[in-house]
């Protein structure tokens, strides 16, 4: 039975670089862990080599979590291809290109480089499951000396020389036969991360007219004042260069937000919308559901419903919208922060792929991107975090009170999502309706019945 998990979170390992999670210890413990885990006969009963490839983002932590890894990896007897600097979604692709018995990202996407991270994925390209996760982390609290790779059979490690050009040409493949990119002028901001080489090279090859901010990486600066996190910069660009529209990637290239010609921010409901529209309209699009998470606006909802189709909420996290995604065959789902899950091409938010609809989107029609991608009027929505010290109010009795008034006021003009936060002592209140003095009056009842607890 798989034990509790300690060092995974819904979206792998993170935390501040040299400071547990994140340390050299660990990640080779992890290393061994896993790739002992992964050293399994195959059904012919006949050993083969197990194969482990390791992709990374820009930070300078990177290198030392590179290394710790790979040393473990070796000394469980499994070989080690190194991928270099590469999106997440590459990192899945390769994994179930290659072959490789598992796929590994060293990223903390769109954190400061202070953090890293460590995300898995396994032979089929997907996220592993808690339940795997909890097996390798069983396996790290063991001695695991006496399983070790005798001498002959330590692992090799090598570096694929080809891995972003493999990445370019199948994030390409998704665009559309007969179309090109020519006579589009786009601003292109990398964040300084992973996606600094093969974004702006993608979308050069295709015709496109690139003008490139955020891909100039020195370890230090990844997600610093630029990328998705960060579109301030890349929206006065825009502006400044009259491009047709601009793309923000964020560290790892996984989510991605557009920019119009005007200036302004395309969110990824937006994005949903758009594709989903194309994708009906292309008869590409699997079923008539598309799946986001609990953040997405109302209106996107809305706007799907005189469609024809169906929006699926999932905790927040691009894990669970692949679950669902993969539990009903859809083929589209994303986040309102810009992870699009693109089931035909990719196993993973990939941004870039993403990106790559918008752009067939605007070619196929000519419209401009103010107009092509606000399908839909977001509704008012407000989010409030209330801070508590000690005993979280979510776990209180008395919240059921306010919880039920509040659906009162919003029943069938809006909504209320109450979160803890995952990393600080805080309650995010949300709520959304049409009518935004409802809103503010729900939020401020509802924030200040909190604090009530909080204090009791």
């Given at each position: 039975?798989?034990g509790?998990r300690?060092?995974?979170?819904?979206?792998?390992?993170?935390?501040t670089a040299?400071m547990?999670?994140?340390?050299?210890?660990?990640a080779q413990?992890?290393?061994q862990?896993?790739?002992?885990?992964?050293?399994?006969?195959s059904?012919?009963?006949?050993?083969?080599?197990?194969?482990i490839?390791?992709g990374k983002?820009?930070?300078?932590s990177?290198?030392m979590?590179e290394?710790a890894l790979v040393s473990?990896?070796?000394s469980?007897?499994?070989d080690v291809?190194?991928?270099?600097p590469?999106?997440t979604p590459a990192?899945?692709f390769?994994?179930r290109?290659l072959?490789?018995?598992l796929?590994v990202?060293i990223?903390?996407?769109h954190?400061?480089?202070?953090?890293n991270?460590?995300?898995l994925?396994?032979?089929?390209?997907?996220?592993?499951s808690?339940?795997?996760?909890?097996e390798?982390?069983a396996?790290?609290?063991?001695?695991?000396s006496g399983?070790?790779?005798?001498?002959a059979?330590?692992?090799?490690?090598?570096r694929l020389?080809?891995?972003a050009?493999?990445?370019?040409?199948s994030?390409?493949?998704s665009?559309p036969?007969?179309?090109?990119?020519?006579?589009?002028?786009?601003v292109?901001?990398c964040?300084?991360?992973?996606?600094?080489?093969?974004?702006p090279?993608a979308?050069?090859?295709l015709?496109?007219?690139?003008i490139?901010?955020g891909a100039?990486?020195?370890g230090?600066?990844i997600n610093?004042?630029v990328?998705?996190t960060?579109?301030?910069?890349?929206?006065?660009a825009?502006?400044e260069h009259?491009?047709?529209?601009?793309?923000?990637?964020?560290g790892d290239?996984?989510?991605?937000?557009?920019?119009?010609?005007?200036g302004?921010?395309?969110?990824g409901?937006?994005?949903?919308a758009?594709?989903a529209?194309l994708?009906?309209r292309?008869g590409?699009?699997?079923?008539t559901?598309?799946?986001a998470t609990?953040?997405?606006?109302?209106g996107?909802?809305?706007?799907?419903?005189?469609q024809g189709?169906?929006?699926?909420?999932?905790?927040v996290?691009?894990?669970?919208?692949v679950?669902?995604?993969?539990?009903?065959?859809g083929?589209l789902?994303?986040?309102q922060s810009?992870?699009?899950?693109?089931?035909?091409?990719?196993?993973?938010?990939d941004g870039l792929l993403?990106a790559l609809?918008v752009?067939a989107?605007l070619?196929?029609?000519?419209?401009?991107?103010?107009?092509?991608?606000?399908?839909?009027?977001?509704?008012?929505q407000?989010?409030q975090?209330?801070?508590y010290q000690?005993?979280n109010?979510?776990?209180h009795?008395?919240?059921?009170?306010i919880?039920?008034w509040?659906?009162?006021q919003?029943?069938?003009?809006?909504r209320?999502?109450?979160?803890?936060?995952g990393?600080?002592?805080?309650i995010?209140v949300m709520?959304e309706?049409?009518?935004?003095?409802l809103?503010?009056?729900?939020v401020e009842?509802?924030?200040a019945?909190i604090?009530?607890?909080t204090t009791a």
């Amino acid at each position: 039975m798989a034990g509790k998990r300690t060092f995974f979170g819904t979206d792998g390992i993170r935390g501040t670089a040299n400071m547990a999670p994140m340390t050299v210890d660990i990640a080779q413990t992890l290393g061994q862990a896993a790739g002992l885990y992964f050293c399994r006969q195959s059904e012919t009963g006949r050993q083969h080599r197990h194969t482990i490839i390791v992709g990374k983002d820009t930070r300078l932590s990177g290198y030392m979590i590179e290394c710790a890894l790979v040393s473990g990896f070796l000394s469980a007897g499994v070989d080690v291809v190194l991928l270099g600097p590469l999106p997440t979604p590459a990192v899945a692709f390769l994994t179930r290109s290659l072959r490789a018995d598992l796929g590994v990202m060293i990223s903390a996407s769109h954190n400061p480089f202070t953090d890293n991270g460590i995300k898995l994925f396994g032979p089929d390209g997907f996220k592993l499951s808690d339940a795997v996760e909890a097996e390798i982390e069983a396996l790290m609290a063991e001695d695991l000396s006496g399983q070790l790779a005798s001498p002959a059979a330590i692992g090799r490690a090598s570096r694929l020389n080809d891995a972003a050009g493999r990445y370019i040409e199948s994030v390409k493949s998704s665009f559309p036969r007969g179309l090109r990119l020519d006579g589009l002028k786009i601003v292109l901001d990398c964040a300084h991360g992973s996606a600094y080489r093969v974004a702006p090279v993608a979308l050069w090859e295709l015709g496109a007219e690139v003008i490139t901010l955020g891909a100039s990486p020195d370890g230090l600066n990844i997600n610093d004042g630029v990328g998705s996190t960060h579109p301030e910069v890349l929206c006065a660009a825009v502006r400044e260069h009259k491009a047709d529209c601009g793309i923000a990637l964020d560290g790892d290239a996984d989510r991605v937000l557009i920019v119009n010609e005007r200036g302004e921010i395309v969110d990824g409901d937006q994005i949903l919308a758009l594709i989903a529209t194309l994708w009906q309209r292309l008869g590409c699009l699997k079923g008539t559901e598309i799946v986001a998470t609990v953040m997405s606006n109302m209106g996107l909802e809305a706007y799907l419903a005189t469609q024809g189709l169906s929006l699926y909420r999932t905790a927040v996290g691009d894990r669970y919208v692949v679950e669902r995604m993969r539990q009903t065959g859809g083929n589209l789902g994303g986040e309102q922060s810009g992870h699009m899950v693109l089931s035909d091409y990719a196993t993973t938010g990939d941004g870039l792929l993403a990106a790559l609809q918008v752009l067939a989107a605007l070619v196929e029609t000519g419209k401009k991107a103010s107009e092509l991608c606000q399908l839909f009027t977001p509704y008012p929505q407000r989010l409030q975090n209330v801070p508590y010290q000690e005993v979280n109010p979510m776990t209180h009795p008395d919240l059921k009170e306010i919880v039920q008034w509040a659906e009162e006021q919003l029943a069938g003009k809006g909504r209320l999502l109450l979160r803890a936060s995952g990393t600080e002592p805080l309650i995010r209140v949300m709520v959304e309706a049409q009518d935004k003095a409802l809103v503010d009056m729900v939020v401020e009842r509802v924030s200040a019945y909190i604090r009530t607890l909080t204090t009791a």
